[in-house]
């Protein structure tokens, strides 16, 4: 059965390296469309689920197999899709989901190289033909990012990679957004918080 929307409702991902920001402008991003009155449901990956949660642990903390991650990234997803994103969406409301597909693209395929035609088929696996309606793709260079990420004292197993990891990451991100210009709208993440959000504002009138 195909995944269906409601035609009201509005799935939107925010994407980008560590420490590009995003974070910040997530809960920027609900209130404001709060405040225009939509349902507003706030969401992330790996986790958004008491399963997913757990995956996440694993996934943050325990090294493994690149192809594990791989999958349990998508494990995470199927179960966040089933129990969160789709009732959702079905039921009028926005989601926002802090990543999505597009970084499996980007941390599983260019950081650790994974080949993209085995992303791809767990891609249509675990969401057949859903996609954002808009993804949010905080683009800072990698410089940037690593100084915003040394002060924090306990870093995951991704913030822990080095600097040409999160150089392949970023590319392919870039990558993505290229490919899919209608949906991937990249924002400067090395603006200012209000100009950040003032762009913001004219992407979301838009969609
Ligand atoms: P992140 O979203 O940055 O959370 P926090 O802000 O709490 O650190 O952490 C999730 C990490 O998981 C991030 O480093 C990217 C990684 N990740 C992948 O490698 N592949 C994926 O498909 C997803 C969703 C995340």
């Known amino acids: 059965m195909p995944y269906l929307k409601n035609k009201n409702s509005k799935f939107i991902?925010?994407?980008g390296?560590?420490?590009a920001g995003k974070s910040t402008?997530?809960?920027?991003?609900?209130?404001?469309?709060?405040?225009q009155g939509r349902n507003v449901l706030v969401t992330r990956e790996p986790g958004g689920t008491p399963l997913g949660?757990?995956?996440r642990e694993l996934l943050l903390h325990q090294?493994?197999?690149?192809?594990?991650?791989?999958?349990l990234m998508f494990a995470a997803r199927r179960e966040h899709l089933d129990k969160v994103i789709l009732p959702a969406l079905q039921a009028g409301n926005w989601v926002i989901s802090d990543r999505?597909?597009?970084?499996?693209?980007?941390?599983?395929?260019?950081?650790?190289?994974?080949?993209?035609?085995k992303l791809r088929i767990l891609e249509?696996?675990?969401?057949?033909?859903?996609?954002p309606d808009l993804t949010l793709l905080f683009d800072v260079p990698v410089e940037i990012s690593r100084q915003r990420l040394s002060s924090n004292s306990s870093l995951d197993r991704f913030e822990?990679?080095?600097?040409d990891f999160f150089q392949r990451v970023r590319e392919a991100y870039l990558r993505r957004a290229a490919q899919f210009p209608d949906r991937v709208r990249v924002i400067d993440g090395r603006q200012s918080v209000d100009a950040i959000q003032t762009e913001l504002e004219v992407i979301i009138s838009t969609i």
């Open 53 to 55: 949660e757990m995956l």
């Open 100 to 117: 999505f597909t597009d970084a499996s693209f980007a941390y599983q395929g260019g950081g650790r190289g994974l080949d993209e035609g």
């Open 63 to 71: 090294s493994m197999h690149l192809e594990t991650e791989a999958l």
């Open 160 to 163: 822990q990679e080095k600097q």
């Open 17 to 19: 390296i560590d420490g």
């Open 13 to 15: 991902t925010l994407e």
């Open 124 to 131: 249509k696996w675990v969401q057949q033909d859903l996609q």
């Open 25 to 35: 402008q997530l809960n920027w991003l609900a209130e404001h469309l709060r405040s």
